[in-house]
């Protein structure tokens, strides 16, 4: 299946007259994502992945997205902080 973008000029002509939801709902999303901790090191401040294997889900209105730590490299999931990849050995803390 191949896709064709859409012109940014017919997008901006689609979306003259939309509410925009998207802005509040990332806005909210990175206040409440940047205050989870690293449930290996405590870190905060995590670093935020796309998860290219299923970035939407039904219902929601952005991608979906998992936290690295900055700190030590782990891969946890952001509302639940499960460990989900290991810390990086060189980052360890
Ligand atoms: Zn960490």
Known sequence: MIFHPIPLKDCEALLKDQED???PAW??????AALQT?????AGDPIFILDTRKPFASG???PRYHARC????MDYT???R??????TPS???
């Open 78 to 80: 952001l509302w639940t």
């Open 38 to 42: 690293c449930p290996s090191c405590g």
């Open 60 to 62: 929601e209105i952005l």
């Open 91 to 93: 980052r360890v803390c």
């Open 70 to 73: 900055s700190a030590c490299g």
């Open 21 to 23: 939801i998207l802005t």
């Open 27 to 32: 806005e909210k999303f990175r206040r409440d």
């Open 82 to 87: 499960l460990a989900i990849g290991v810390p």
